[in-house]
């Protein structure tokens, strides 16, 4: 695996490489034609002075280049008469094979003007044929120029561009330099502090100043620090609240049994102290169900719980029948048993079991159950008419082991809490004039 500094060396010269390329063949290529078309253009100018002269015949240039000498000259055009079977009337004299090359392209001319190219001892030769008249006999204009003048400019434009190609290399790579030097100090110091938090050391904050993506990562992992502080700080206290709350059951039975091994009778027969053991049992017995419950609602919070068809009247019917006769003072009112919403049925059976236990405690005289479908969602409620919860107690009441007013502890509306956020939903606590509402709606 690549570091980023070896990465941006990389794509530094990934870029020289395809930026050479680019001059050393694209480059030159598109030069030369360019170049190509300016060659006929000069071919066609000079062509153009002796047309516009009133004799062309008279108006060709003496020069004492011959045609070999002017491939050796710069921006040189040579001119000749063609007469009818490839006479030369006037001009440059030109080797027989260049010359039969003319005429055929002279003899098969359909325009006014045409531009060819030859190539002759490796060199091209950019030649225009015209048309003209001298003394009334049709003739042919051939003007021609040796590629010496294209070639000589792609050469100084290529020489020039490679300087300037290695010039920019040069510069650049300071910026390279700087650039890795610049990402590799926060990376560094990122890591380090990811090593500390592997080493469950996160009381160091991170803070990158400067660029703002930097701030911005400092700022995520600064949230990420604190999120991990609180899941220390709670999970402590989860082990602190379930060491208290597993420890007083214990003592107790253990008092006990001590006491029955003694001969010693804290209540009046054998049988009382056999069923206060059994009753810390049991309690210690739910404490425990409790926490690994809960526990076990952490590890699917990450995935989709089980949908199915959910019946409220049912699912009511199911949970009432274990605490109906707990207290048979009290009234029940339900209201919506046919709605219908999808869930976890065995999930939604803990949360009715945990609220309506809840309720069964705290009521004075009645208990109203709602549930509601209304634009997508379901609306439900569990109500009582117990004891107001008191306003500083509302922010913390579905936290595990909180203490409620009555000074018991608890898990059981933090298990609520989980599973209805399981099923994308949100559950909040009440205070009404009359008692104690718990609504939830997914």
């Known amino acids: 695996m690549l570091s980023i500094a070896q990465r941006i060396w990389l794509s530094f ?12 063949i694209i480059y030159p290529l598109s030069m030369r034609e360019a170049l190509t078309d300016e060659t006929y253009r000069l071919i066609e100018e000079q062509q153009n002075l002796i047309i516009q002269g009133s004799d062309p015949e008279q108006e060709l240039p003496d020069s004492n280049l011959n045609f070999i000498e002017r491939r050796e000259a710069t921006r040189s055009v040579g001119h000749l008469l063609l007469g009818n079977q490839s006479f030369i009337l006037k001009g440059d004299v030109v080797p027989d094979v260049v010359l039969r090359r003319m005429w055929e392209n002279a003899s098969t001319l359909g325009e006014q ?14 030649y225009v044929i015209r048309k003209i008249e001298v003394n009334g006999t049709p003739t042919f204009l051939v003007s021609y120029m040796w590629d010496t003048y294209r070639d000589q400019l792609v050469q ?16 650049s790579i300071i910026p390279a330099i700087w650039l890795s030097n610049y990402l590799r100090k926060p990376l560094k110091v990122l890591g380090k502090r990811f090593e500390q938090i592997g080493s469950r050391n996160w009381k160091e904050p991170l803070q990158l ?30 082990i602190q609240h379930a060491s208290h709350e597993l420890k007083t059951p214990i003592m107790t039975i253990k008092s006990y049994a001590q006491s029955v091994k003694d001969g010693v009778m804290p209540e009046k027969d054998l049988e009382g102290m056999m069923n206060v053991i059994i009753h810390q049992s049991g309690r210690m017995e739910e404490r425990v169900k409790d926490m690994i419950y809960f526990s076990k609602l952490d590890t699917l ?19 009432l029948d274990r605490f109906r006769y707990q207290r048979e003072d009290l009234r029940i009112h339900i209201e919506g048993e046919g709605v219908t919403f999808k869930g976890d049925r065995q999930q939604w059976e803990v949360v009715y079991e945990n609220l309506i236990q809840n309720a069964f405690r705290y009521a004075e005289s009645f208990i109203e159950i709602k549930a509601i479908n209304q634009n997508g969602h379901t609306w439900m409620e569990v109500r009582n008419d117990g004891e107001r919860i008191p306003e500083e107690d509302l922010a913390h009441i579905f936290e595990p082991f909180q203490m ?3 000074g018991q502890f608890g898990l059981g509306l933090a298990i609520v809490k989980r599973i209805v956020e399981l099923h994308n939903g949100n559950v909040e606590v009440q205070n009404y004039k009359d008692g104690v509402s718990i609504t939830m709606i997914i």
């Open 13 to 24: 010269f990934l870029l020289v490489f395809v930026v050479g390329l680019a001059v050393v």
């Open 301 to 319: 919070k990450d995935s989709e719980p089980n949908a199915e068809i959910i019946r409220f009247g049912t699912l009511l019917d199911e949970v």
């Open 113 to 126: 003007a045409g531009e060819y190219q030859l190539t002759y001892r490796d060199a091209s030769l950019f």
């Open 404 to 406: 409620s007013h009555k």
């Open 156 to 171: 100084k434009l290529w020489e020039r561009l490679i300087w300037i190609l290695i010039i920019g290399i040069i510069i």
């Open 209 to 238: 100043k400067g660029d703002q993506d930097f701030e911005l990562l400092s700022n995520q992992f600064e949230r990420m620090r604190q999120s991990l502080i609180r899941n220390d700080q709670s999970q402590k206290m989860f």
